[in-house]
């Protein structure tokens, strides 16, 4: 489901991002989102230089969370 506040669409897109203030280098975040959510989701993190990656839900590991 998409993480965006209020959507409750079934998400299709992972948003990888790590906050290096409080998270170790290796720990992947992970918001979902949908279609519509994708960019807005991405571009949160983006802008404060958290990003890593946006990749579909089915290329998510084990190590993603
Ligand atoms: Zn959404």
Known sequence: MCSAKGCRATAAHAVVW??????TADRRKVWLAC?????????FVA?????????P?????????
């Open 18 to 23: 790590n906050n290096p203030k409080l998270h």
């Open 35 to 43: 279609d519509e959510h994708e960019k807005s989701l991405a571009d």
């Open 47 to 55: 802008l404060r230089g958290f990003l890593i990656e946006v990749v």
């Open 57 to 65: 839900v089915g290329q998510l590991t084990d190590a993603d969370g």
